[in-house]
């Protein structure tokens, strides 16, 4: 697994979640610790990617870190809109 998996993971999952797959974005910012994974989905599927109380972004936060510990590389996730 390499950088570029974390990225398509989470494009995956967002893809899975929303009604609007075309206009998922995911774009990865490689820093020397950390990695950023930006996720950018349509305004109406907002509400989707963040859940009630924000759990499916938590969760999603916590399979991208369990990946990333895998590659002993710390990433987070940030939902842009």
């Known amino acids: 697994m390499d950088h570029t998996n974390l990225r398509d993971l989470i494009e995956f999952m967002a893809k899975a979640l929303v009604d609007k797959p075309a206009e998922v974005e995911v774009n990865e910012i490689v820093g020397e ?41 710390r990433s987070v996730l940030e939902i842009v809109e």
């Open 33 to 73: 610790q950390t990695t950023v994974v930006e996720l950018k989905v349509s305004k109406d599927d907002l509400g989707k990617v963040i859940g009630k109380q924000g759990r499916t972004a938590r969760s999603m936060r916590t399979i991208l870190n369990a990946a990333s510990t895998k590659l002993h590389k």
